[in-house]
């Protein structure tokens, strides 16, 4: 696609279910990050995969949070157990090297889904 | 762990001033340095990358510097407009932990006509 995208642009969900959030990043592109923004703040960080290789999970919060890419194509975050405090925006953002360590490449961020724990 | 600092928290001018905003950084061991327009109901969109070896980059209106051993950035927009308003994000790529980039919590502009 053009864009990066994100399904669904918004999820309400009641304390204690499972939700799964979906990314497309734009065609072509390798490498795929996922940040998670409160409200007021900037993103922060969650996880980065490299074609389907997760290769830096240190910002996921705890183990109620995987992300998976099987295909080396969309992503899919999973939040098990949820809080209320897991309420924020998350964002998903595509690049198109899949070059070992930094990069000058930009990054592409979707529109995000919010997510709203009752 | 790298922080970033981002001054004013949000700004308000009349329309066709000039503006700073300014980002700050702890650590200057970074790779590069970028700066995110964010609109509500929006995806962030990249304004200007500045790589480590750079001192600045420039696009139309609007002009980043980076001054890495201070660990300080300033994005300068000129004859601001009305469809300048939103906020302002600077980002910032450590040099040994590469896939993270460490965000400022941003600057909400608004431009008055």
């Known amino acids: 696609g053009a864009g990066v995208s994100q399904s669904p642009r918004y999820k309400v969900t009641k304390r204690g279910q499972d939700v799964a959030l979906r990314c497309d990043p734009i065609?072509?592109?390798?490498?795929l990050y996922w940040y998670r923004q409160a409200l007021g703040q900037g993103p922060e960080f969650l996880t980065y995969?490299?074609?389907?290789?997760?290769?830096?999970k240190s910002g996921l919060p705890n183990d109620r949070f995987s992300a998976e890419r099987p295909e080396g194509s969309i992503s899919t975050l999973t939040i098990q157990r949820t809080e209320q405090r897991d309420s924020a925006m998350y964002r998903c953002?595509?690049?198109?090297?899949?070059?070992?360590?930094?990069?000058?490449?930009?990054?592409?961020f979707g529109s995000g889904t919010q997510l709203s724990v009752l | 762990k790298q922080e970033v600092t981002q001054i004013p928290a949000a700004l308000s001018v009349p329309e066709g001033e000039n503006l700073v905003l300014n980002c700050s950084f702890t650590?200057?061991?970074?790779?590069?340095l970028q700066w995110f327009r964010q609109d509500p109901g929006k995806g962030l969109t990249s304004l200007l990358l500045?790589?480590?070896?750079?001192r600045e980059q420039t696009s139309g209106r609007l002009n980043a510097s980076l001054d890495k051993s201070s660990g300080r950035s300033t994005l300068y927009i000129a004859a601001s407009q009305p469809g300048d308003s939103a906020t302002y994000l600077c980002?910032?790529?450590?040099?040994?932990?590469?896939?993270?980039?460490?965000f400022g919590k941003g600057t909400s502009l608004l431009v008055t006509p």
């Open positions: 500045i790589q480590s070896s750079q």
């Open positions: 650590d200057s061991a970074i790779y590069n």
């Open positions: 980002a910032v790529r450590n040099l040994y932990s590469g896939y993270a980039l460490n």
């Open positions: 953002a595509s690049s198109l090297s899949a070059k070992r360590g930094p990069t000058n490449e930009k990054l592409f």
């Open positions: 065609s072509g592109h390798v490498s």
């Open positions: 995969f490299n074609y389907e290789a997760q290769q830096d």
